[in-house]
């Protein structure tokens, strides 16, 4: 299971250090409104996906909240049919489909975990809705 922070699910981006330090500060922004995740990451930590309204505590590298997020939308598509306004969106910089999926493809690799045009990918969307650790 993922750590719970006041109640709310956390959502850790990336991975410890730089990575997670950049898409946090890209959340807080409020240039990064996306993420992607692979299903297989819900079913191996026992986790429901979010759903349209869940409220999610941003952490950083020690489980310390940084922020809220809200979910606005979810949606489960094959890796081959992620759409370029969801990959604009994530706000890390890419200048095209291609260039993202080049990216996360060899994100995940890294990670273990290669995906394929079939791989089932979990894009969600949402907006800030605090910053900080305090209450939402």
């Not at 109640?7 to 409104?33: D, F, I, M, Y």
């Not at 996906?49 to 941003?58: C, D, F, I, K, N």
């Not at 979810?74 to 291609?98: L, Q, T, Y």
Request: aromatic share 6%.
């Amino acid at each position: 299971m993922w750590p719970r922070i006041g109640g709310l699910r956390a959502l850790a981006l990336g991975t410890p250090g730089e990575l997670r330090t950049r898409l946090n500060t890209l959340v807080l922004s409020g240039a990064k409104t996306a993420t992607a995740g692979l299903i297989g990451e819900y079913a191996d930590e026992h986790e429901e996906l979010e759903h349209v309204g869940e409220r999610l505590a941003l952490v950083d590298d020690h489980d310390a909240q940084v922020g809220v997020v809200e979910i606005t939308g979810v949606e489960v598509v094959r890796f081959a049919d992620v759409p370029w306004d969801f990959a604009r969106a994530e706000g890390e910089g890419d200048r095209s489909i291609e260039e993202w999926r080049a990216g996360h493809g060899a994100y995940w690799a890294r990670q273990g975990t290669p995906v394929t045009d079939d791989s089932r990918i979990v894009c969600l969307r949402f907006r800030l809705v605090c910053e900080g650790g305090g209450p939402a």
